[in-house]
């Protein structure tokens, strides 16, 4: 018995040596991801390319940048309301958010360097679409990489921008000794390209010429980008472009060129005459609105909600101004007989909570989605520049403001306004419809430069902010270059007073 | 023709017989303590050299000098003793210890070479003391064992592993963790749920180049070898051994604030809760203890079942075991059952063994070192006093902050509603298998051919689940995790091996190759909509187009790595005084770039006998001296497994696409170690006193480290890559020595410290701050970079910041950071001592961590003014208040006020950095063996009955549960060492 099974041992012995043959460099050494894909080789298809793109887009989702973490991110969802006047620090905050929310942010602080990374991290894709697109076009798919090429160019456009508006000290557009940022046109691995800071004029042709190759290429493409028929509008198509080129030229102050951008996004997308049904459903994914591009959170995949409310337990760290809004629902700018008041605003718990991006349907559990660009915004845009041309003009802001409001606002009566009085009326007007939308920090920074916090900073009872008040002249109007940017490129000048 | 000449070359080299001008015989018979118990393979030795084994009846018969007074008798498993020959024929008992330091063999994992031959640092850790103690996972009784070896507990969940650290930490982006090595293959490190220490017959850790250097390629951060137990020759004996305790809650240092006191402070701070008089007046007296509410007395079951016996052709040790621990917060313990069987086989010129080990466990956890309003471990601190677990009116679980919200009312979860409406299993699935096959040349004398292979597998099955009562469960109506995950492990080592004696020159030779490979998958998912009552996958709703919500997640993956290897090991003696020790191997790993995955290696030890020289016979008092160095290089492959630039999936409105996950580096290449190891072991008054000193000088070299990039090129912030340096130098010294020695009565002292001093020599940039800490060149990692902390200005109450010029400030600013301790302690050790009296033991060991600071973000939750919606520490009830208040807490206010400027609450400040050294009482065990006599009617072979308690006593600064934490931060959150006590019985037939 013994012996039969020491030669069952020895045969046994005999296959493991030729096992041990077979060990070669191949199994143990040169082993490649079987779950993620070289990019060495890789993208090798047109199909591959466009995956990359929606790397891109898959980007704009991150908790710094379009989403939101604990208490943090939301870099340009709802951080620019909190640090600006529309939101005050409640007493159930967990206090995640106090560098951003009081300005006490240094060159160490976390959520800057995220602030940082997370745009160029949707530049990169889009670069590596734009490096490789070219490679798989042939005549039969011009068109389809007409689609994908103008996509990447109006994203890395409208990432650069993000950029520009926290981190550059001014937003002149033919300063040329003012800095931007380096505009990154290439994917690049390697410790020793530093690139330096380019002045806001390079910055701003930068942009401009990016975002007008989109708006040419996506007039030419093979297929619709978003389905007329859908509820949501996921992707950067024609009526998008324009939108960023009319955001763009309102910050460079170029006012007729940002009247003619939203002119056209506005006739590709017409302001609907919507009903509060249809204007919440826009926040909720139940109805498309007044959308023009939306940042898509799938199940799972979190939403902007919890920088401010907590939705999955109803936690409010953020809290509406009163000068916003109030439970009563009859002071402040937005009043419940305005559709935007029961989109973006609950009473729960007797106080009112920002509950905009609570959920879709009538879930509250965080999952919403983004609207990033609407219809709007443009006729508020195109209001602005043409006061700001003024003279006759003013009659067609007016004309804007007034559409709008009566879009808006229940038995709306149309205003007659000019002058100082129609630009503030407008400038309210911004307030109320891209309320916690990731605007109002960057337009007091390109208007007022002065934030007096309202009533609740300062209030024990309300609120723990200690910091109500940002003048002109303080340095906080811009992000400091994170420390860790630094230490790996020299080039990177800082920002006065860091 | 070269094989030809060699084989001519020994045989000639054969014929030559060592032999002593004039000798006598000796004949004898080595037992156990108990007189009878043979003790076959005990190595009967004169003046250090081995000349005879006891046989299978333990008798033995020696030819030594006429003149010779004494012989030396070892044996693994006991202690060393040195016999005067009274007569020709003798009986040596044997007792058993573990406890030497030098006249033992040493099992490197490949080999056992006799410790007096080596050059290597080696520590042998007392596998009984591993045995009796009752961790699910034996790592954690390996804390103060040995000198250089630093383990700390970070959890007390049971099963949870240590951290062990050897000679210091030398990489900074790589792994620190060491390599473990069973029965010759690699297991997983720090995952010991599943393996049973009670079949550890030693545990050994190489320390320097020489000693690590078998495993060279990944023996940078150091190499623990378990070897289990082994069948002994004889008739077969059976063990039963069973250990039944409690564990309970140590002693908590952070104290939080009673209800009335809680009350009062929110009172004075504006009542947010806006209670009435009433109220308030009511909540003052209800003092509800959460602690109380969650925490338990655990209670430890212990089982195994073990046999051993054989033929010479034949050994085998087989064994079962059962674990049952309770863990001190209720719902969570460590149910464990492990089988083993060893079998060794000696059939004429073959030698082979099998062995096998199975174990499945079920660990229930709860979450812990996180800062989740969420956790229950987090609950017992934070929920206010006043709140209880259970609304006494109606039974059911108390909502305050209103019906169906989970919460209390300030909005923190109900940690007893997070703690038993949840659950958190993990069952894991071990099995290692080891075997071996060797074949002595039965024409070359010495050579034989060496073939080891075995598999680790582990497979994870884990659960979690989210109850849709709770805070975190209501909107998406509960969540079911369900994770699935194996690795397969293969380790192969085939060596040829000469091993001779001849005249004064011993040679002992091996040439190997050996691969390793890893292998892991995993995949889950992860479901929503507990609407039928059901906690299990029956209860998930799957959800749909219409009901987004309850569209459940899936993922998987998987990944690999492997290492191929050549080396060659050879030891040679002359005369029984000089020995050399040399290794070179050549590693190939799938974890660098293509450009550098192979990498040389290579050690030389030397090693002198200073007592057998002739000019040292006179000297009477020294048994042994040995001075030993030793040099080497091993590597380091703890990086990531794929150095390509790789895409990673993504999905954007339901599409799947790529995204870059990884920048890769593909001249990524081996983080290396160069250590260089003196060492002097000594033993002396008749072996009394005995101990080693070692000095080290280890310098990790080609550190991985992220080289910082601008984000602006590729999103990525930096690439691994090679930089810098990092030094750990230190003394170790161990000591052991009989106080008293007597045939009745023995009182041993051991003791082991260890200095290392940890230095950052090379970085790519001086002074890189990460958050708390700093790299800066000069310093130890883990350094702490704070502002000091001041006090309170009296006058406004502000806070107040020492400056860079020492200077005081009200306007903290992080310019002023200086650098402070490490959290990596650099004294440690531990000191034990037994007592031996009539059949009764007393044993005790105390560890000690010291000069070791560490930041209690724990503290910090509970002092942030904000934070006053929930409880706080008691300090803060000596906050300022008024001008000329004396108090070192600030005002809670950050605003500026007319007495002051703004006060923002600071946390990268001194206030606090604590002192987190420690000595605590590891281990205490009275135990009682009973005499042969009086069990040997019973049939019993042996009998022992022992009572022991775990970390008892601890004496520390630090405020918090336990002081054993590790990282440089106690997050929050912490699950505490257990404080332990069992009985046991051990009982042998």
């Known amino acids: 018995m013994l012996k039969i099974l020491i030669r069952y041992i020895l045969i046994g012995f005999t296959g493991i040596s030729l096992l041990f043959q077979s060990c070669s460099k191949n199994d143990l050494v040169d082993l490649t991801p079987e779950f993620s894909l070289d990019a060495l080789t890789n993208p090798s298809s047109m199909k591959q390319v466009e995956e990359v793109l929606l790397g891109a887009y898959a980007g704009f989702r991150s908790a710094n940048y379009y989403g939101s973490g604990s208490g943090t991110g939301g870099g340009w969802a709802m951080m620019p309301d909190v640090m600006s006047d529309n939101l005050y620090e409640t007493l159930e ?121 989109a708006v040419t290429l996506l007039a030419n493409v093979d297929k619709v980008i978003n389905p007329s028929a859908g509820i949501t509008r996921p992707f950067i198509d024609r009526a998008g472009a324009y939108g960023i080129q009319a955001r763009i030229n309102l910050y460079a102050g170029q006012w007729a060129e940002a009247a003619t951008a939203a002119t056209n996004a506005i006739n590709l997308r017409p302001l609907p005459a919507i009903n509060q049904t249809a204007f919440s459903g826009m926040y909720n994914q139940t109805s498309v609105g007044d959308m023009i591009w939306n940042v898509q959170f799938e199940s799972g995949q979190s939403g902007p909600t919890f920088l401010v409310f907590f939705a999955t337990n109803n936690r409010s760290y953020f809290r509406p101004a009163p000068e916003i809004a109030t439970v009563a629902g009859n002071t402040g700018l937005i009043q419940s007989n305005d559709v935007r008041y029961s989109a973006f605003f609950t009473s729960i718990g007797g106080r009112l909570a920002v509950t905009k991006y609570k959920g879709k349907g009538t879930v509250s559990d965080g999952n919403a989605n983004f609207i990033a660009i609407r219809t709007g915004e443009m006729y ?68 007022t430069r002065t934030i007096n916090r309202g009533i609740a900073c300062g209030n024990t009872a309300l609120s723990v902010s200690g910091d109500c008040t940002l003048n002109p002249t303080d340095r906080e109007w811009a992000l400091p270059i994170p420390e860790g940017v630094r230490n790996a490129n020299e080039n990177m000048v800082q920002n006065t007073g860091y | 023709m070269r094989k030809l000449r060699i084989l001519s070359l020994t045989v000639l080299l054969f014929s030559v ?4 001008a004039q000798t006598k015989t000796v004949t004898g018979k080595v037992t156990e303590l108990n007189g009878t118990t043979p003790v076959p393979g005990a190595t009967i030795s004169f003046k250090g050299r081995a000349l005879a084994i006891a046989n299978v009846t333990g008798e033995f018969s020696v030819a030594i000098p006429v003149d010779a007074k004494t012989i030396q008798v070892s044996a693994i498993g006991y202690n060393d003793q040195e016999v005067n020959i009274t007569g020709s024929s003798l009986t040596i008992s044997l007792s058993p210890g573990e406890n030497k330091l030098i006249s033992e063999v040493v099992v490197t994992g490949y080999s056992t070479i006799q410790r007096k031959k080596f050059a290597g640092a080696i520590a042998n850790v007392s596998a009984p003391e591993i045995r009796k103690q009752p961790f699910g996972s034996f790592d954690q009784a390996l804390q103060g064992q040995a000198a250089g070896v630093s383990v700390l507990a970070n959890s007390g969940q049971p099963g949870a592993n240590a951290v062990v650290r050897i000679r210091g930490i030398g990489s900074i982006n790589g792994s620190n963790v060491p390599l473990y090595i069973m029965d010759g293959i690699e297991i997983s490190a720090a995952d010991f749920a599943s393996i049973n220490q009670g079949d550890f017959e030693r545990v050994e850790i190489l320390k320097d180049a020489v000693a690590t250097a078998m495993y060279g390629s990944r023996g940078a951060n150091g190499v623990i070898v378990i070897s289990t137990r082994k069948g002994r020759v004889g008739q077969i004996q059976l063990n039963y051994d069973a250990q039944i305790g409690f564990s309970k809650l140590p002693e908590d240092r952070l104290i939080v ?64 075991s059962y674990m049952n621990q309770d863990g001190i917060v209720k719902t969570t313990g460590l149910k464990r059952y492990t089988a083993r069987i060893n079998v060794d086989n000696t059939i004429k010129n073959w030698r082979f063994g099998v062995n096998l080990q199975g174990g499945y466990s079920k660990r229930i956890n709860t979450g812990e070192a996180n800062t989740f309003l969420s956790t229950p471990l987090n609950a017992i601190r934070w929920s206010n006093p006043y709140e209880r677990d259970i609304d006494p009116r109606t039974g059911d679980y108390q909502e305050t902050a209103g019906p169906n919200t989970g919460q209390l009312t300030s909005g923190q979860p109900n940690g007893a509603m997070e703690l038993f409406l949840n659950y958190n299993n993990n069952l894991q699935i071990k099995g290692i298998a080891t075997s071996y096959l060797e074949f002595h040349f039965p024409f070359v004398k010495g050579l034989y051919a060496r073939t080891n292979w075995g598999i680790d597998y582990t497979q994870n099955e884990a659960a979690g689940f989210t109850s849709p009562r709770t805070s975190v469960g209501i909107a998406r109506q509960g969540i079911l995790t369900r994770t699935f995950g194996r690795n397969l492990r293969y380790t192969g080592t085939t060596s040829l ?31 929503y909509g507990f609407t039928n009552g059901f906690t299990n996958e029956t209860g998930i709703t799957a959800g749909s187009a219409t009901n987004p919500n309850y569209i459940p997640a899936v993922t998987g993956g998987g990944t690999q790595n492997g290492i191929q290897s050549y080396f060659a090991i050879i030891n040679y003696g002359y005369d029984n005084r000089y020995y050399i020790n040399l290794v070179g191997r050549r590693d190939g790993s799938s974890r660098f770039g293509f450009n550098n995955r192979y990498a040389n290696f290579g050690s030389v030890g030397l090693t002198w006998a200073v007592t057998q020289e002739s000019f040292m016979q006179s000297i009477n008092f020294l048994d042994d001296l040995k001075l030993r160095a030793s040099i080497g290089t091993n590597g380091n492959n703890g990086a990531a497994d794929y150095p390509i630039p790789i895409f990673g999936r993504v999905s954007y409105a339901g599409i799947s696409g790529w995204a870059p996950s990884s920048p890769g580096n593909l001249d990524l290449k081996w983080e290396t170690n160069r250590t260089i190891n003196l060492g002097i072991d000594f033993s002396m008054l008749k072996r009394r006193l005995s101990g080693t000193i070692e000095l080290y000088d280890r310098e990790t070299r080609n550190l991985f480290y992220g080289i910082p990039i601008d984000n602006s090129l590729s999103g990525f912030g930096s690439i691994d890559g090679n930089i810098g340096k990092v030094k750990n130098r230190g003394i170790e010294i161990m000591l052991r020595g009989d106080v008293i020695k007597t045939k009745s009565f023995r009182w041993e002292l051991s003791g082991n410290i260890t200095y290392n001093q940890n230095r950052v020599s090379q970085i790519l940039r001086d002074s890189t701050i990460t958050g708390i800490t700093i790299l800066a060149k000069g310093k130890p990692l883990n350094s702490f970079y704070l502002v000091e902390y001041a006090g309170v200005d009296p006058a406004n109450g502000n806070a107040k910041y020492v400056k860079r010029d020492k200077s005081t400030t009200l306007a903290f600013s992080a310019n002023d950071k200086v650098i402070w301790g490490t959290s990596d302690a650099p004294w440690y050790g531990g000191i034990s001592t037994l007592v031996e009296f009539m059949g009764f033991d007393l044993s005790a060991q105390v560890n000690f961590f010291l000069n070791r600071e560490l930041y209690n973000n724990d503290r910090n939750n509970l002092t942030n003014p904000t934070y006053f919606f929930d409880n706080m520490h008691v300090e803060i009830l000596k906050e300022w208040r008024n001008p000329g208040d004396i108090t070192d807490v600030p005002r809670p206010s950050s605003g500026a006020t007319a007495l002051g400027p703004a006060n923002a609450y600071q946390t990268q400040t001194t206030r606090f950095l604590e002192d987190a050294s420690f000595w605590r009482l590891r281990n205490i065990t009275l135990g009682y063996n009973f005499p042969a006599s009086i069990i040997s009617k019973a049939k019993i072979r042996s009998a022992r009955i022992f009572v022991q308690g775990q970390n008892w006593w601890t004496a520390t600064k630090y405020k918090s549960f336990d002081p054993e934490a590790t990282g440089t931060s106690l997050v929050g959150a912490q699950y505490p060492a257990l404080v332990q006590t069992t009985v046991g019985l051990s009982i042998g037939f």
């Open chain 1, 380 to 447: 508020l845009i195109r209001a602005e520049a043409n006061a700001r041309i003024g003279g006759a003009n003013e009659v067609q802001a007016l004309a804007d403001y007034n559409a709008l409001r009566t879009a808006r606002i229940t038995g709306y009566v149309p205003e007659v306004l000019t002058g100082t009085a129609l630009l503030s009326a407008i400038a309210d007007e911004r307030r109320r419809e891209l309320f916690a939308e990731g605007h109002r920090f960057f337009d007091l920074k390109r208007t």
């Open chain 2, 17 to 20: 017989q060592l032999v002593w």
């Open chain 1, 93 to 213: 905050t967990l206090a995640n958010s106090r560098a951003m929310a009081d300005w006490l942010y240094q060159t160490n602080t976390g959520q800057v360097a995220s602030f940082y990374s997370s745009p160029y991290v949707v530049i990169a894709n889009a670069n590596i679409v734009l490096r490789d697109v070219d490679k798989f076009t042939t005549p039969a798919n011009q068109l389809q990489a007409n689609r994908i090429k103008g996509q990447a160019f109006a994203i890395r456009a409208l990432a650069h921008f993000d950029l520009f508006r926290y981190f550059a000290v001014k937003y002149d557009r033919n300063s040329t000794t003012d800095l931007a940022l380096a505009y990154t046109k290439d994917f690049t691995v390697s410790p020793l390209v530093k690139p330096p800071r380019i002045s806001n004029k390079e910055y701003y042709d930068a942009m401009f010429a990016d975002i007008a190759q």
């Open chain 2, 497 to 527: 091996n000469f091993k001779r004696d001849f005249d004064k020159h011993e040679i002992e030779a091996g040439l190997y190759f050996e691969a390793v490979k890893n292998d892991s998958r995993n995949f889950g998912f992860t479901g």
């Open chain 2, 257 to 320: 604030m009673n209800s009335k006191e809680k009350i009062d402070y929110e009172l004075q701070r504006g009542n947010p809760y806006g209670w009435t008089p009433a109220q308030a007046d009511s909540l003052r007296r209800v003092n509800f203890n959460w602690r109380d509410a969650l925490f338990q007395t655990g209670v430890t079951h212990q089982h195994q079942i073990s046999a051993t016996g054989g033929s010479t052709a034949t050994r085998f040790f087989a064994s079962l």
